[in-house]
């Protein structure tokens, strides 16, 4: 298993530019990066895991989805281990347990099979009591257990539309059960589920979100975070900047955060090894006497795998002096904190133009991304490896007075969760790019 002593969290914290306008007004970038190392190359065997699978058999799961999503669950089974739990929980309108925290051992595999032999399409979606009663088992089995990485994935291809509904309400609850120790990660099936729900559950319960447009990329995404799972060398990671009074700070791009006073804590999930998180944050400078020096504070840690303790980082401190014009105008910028900057900004920005297309609003859309465009491509001038990011911006602006077809929003809404995540896409085919999306005419 691993330990404290043989997982290591470094944080590294730095700004774009060191210096800002003692007037005011000055926009600066903060990134922090956190890396893990160190654990599984002393102790290879990963912790048990006790998963359940939520899914959806609502009417619109019929045929090719819920057959793919059979043959995910039998081949879950079929990879976990004799001291792995698996539950499986069938929702519609109600939820109905198949499958009880069964250890996956021979016998616990045919009780797998004969539950998921049981999965047929019903009736609506009500998508929070089948996480809530997946949830539930998966507490008491963590209750009555001892060491072991605590997951839930839920599977869906429709809207919230029945029972709790509210976007902020199901992140919140899956939230609450991260404070437990489980996390929550969300499958999206075709081109008709909720992305930005199942993406703010899977935020702030500190998982994954995954487009699985066609029905056989359900199990190669289910299975790709079982395995990476498996790699975990730590969960629940958070950073917290802290900053002064006169400093305003926010985070870009959409992590779960929660504001603290004077600080803000981000939920950085899981850390796998060469496989660094990296988070910026867009500070506002106030006016102030020349030479003043503002002191900000980053920290850091995670919790291992199997619930036996915590790792935490050396806490870094960054300043933020504030000078006048001219030094302020000549200073030089750090060349890879500003491109990570641009390219967190461009996830933002990608992410909003989706919601608004969604909505219908074109002329807001066009001018919000002509505005951010414009101040995005004066901060990047110069700026190697910026150029893509814009080139794919003004593809997006061209096109955003159209009626987007959802399974556009969904590639689009994923590649912007991805990058700002740092993950890779875990298809075994990858989509187009939004460049090549975009750049196709009628699309």
Excluded at 172 to 182: D, F, N, P, Q, T
Excluded at 224 to 249: F, I, S, Y
Excluded at 304 to 314: D, F, K, N
Aim: aromatic share 4%.
């Amino acid at each position: 298993m691993t330990d404290t002593q043989t997982t290591r969290l470094t944080l590294t914290a730095g700004l774009d530019r060191a210096l800002a306008w003692e007037g005011g007004g000055s926009v600066r970038y903060l990134v922090a990066d956190l890396v893990a190392e160190g654990g599984r190359d002393a102790a290879p065997q990963a912790p048990p895991l006790n998963l359940a699978l939520a899914i959806d058999v609502s009417g619109s799961m019929a045929g090719d989805k819920l057959d793919a999503a059979r043959r995910t669950a039998l081949a879950v089974a079929e990879a976990l281990g004799a001291t792995d739990q698996l539950t499986l929980v069938a929702f519609d309108s109600k939820a109905e347990l198949l499958l009880d925290a069964r250890p996956m051992d021979p016998a616990g595999r045919r009780a797998a099979a004969r539950a998921i032999g049981k999965l047929a399409p019903r009736g609506g979606t009500n998508l929070f009591a089948g996480w809530l009663l997946a949830a539930e088992h998966v507490a008491i089995a963590m209750a009555a257990g001892t060491g072991a990485s605590h997951r839930l994935m839920l599977l869906s291809d429709g809207q919230a539309n029945e029972g709790t509904t509210d976007r902020a309400e199901l992140a919140h609850h899956a939230g609450e059960l991260l404070k437990r120790g489980i996390i929550t990660s969300a499958v999206g099936i075709g081109d008709g589920y909720d992305e930005e729900l199942l993406g703010a559950m899977a935020e702030a319960g500190g998982g994954r979100l995954h487009d699985a447009g066609e029905a056989h990329e359900i199990g190669e995404v289910v299975l790709g975070e079982l395995r990476e799972g498996r790699d975990a060398l730590l969960e629940r990671a958070t950073l917290r900047l802290t900053v002064p009074a006169t400093l305003r700070a926010e985070v870009v791009g959409a992590w779960s955060q929660t504001a603290l006073p004077g600080a803000l804590e981000v939920l950085v999930g899981t850390l796998l090894p060469d496989r660094p998180k990296r988070v910026v944050f867009r500070l506002h400078g106030p006016t102030g006497a020349m030479g003043t020096a503002l002191l900000l504070g980053v920290s850091a840690g995670g919790a291992l795998p199997e619930g036996g303790g915590l790792a935490e980082a050396r806490p870094v401190e960054v300043e933020l002096r504030l000078v006048g014009g001219r030094e302020n105008t000549a200073q030089r910028r750090d060349a890879d904190r500003s491109l990570a900057a641009v390219q967190a900004w461009q996830a933002e920005v990608l992410r909003r133009a989706v919601r608004m297309n969604r909505d219908g609003d074109r002329r807001a859309a066009r001018h919000y991304l002509e505005r951010e465009l414009r101040w995005m491509q004066r901060y990047a001038r110069g700026l190697a490896g910026a150029e893509p990011l814009l080139a794919e911006l003004v593809l997006v602006l061209r096109r955003v007075g159209e009626d987007w077809d959802e399974r556009t929003r969904k590639e689009v809404f994923a590649a912007s969760y991805q990058r700002v995540h740092g993950e890779v896409d875990l298809r075994a085919a990858a989509p187009p790019s939004i460049s090549e999306r975009f750049g196709r005419p009628g699309r």
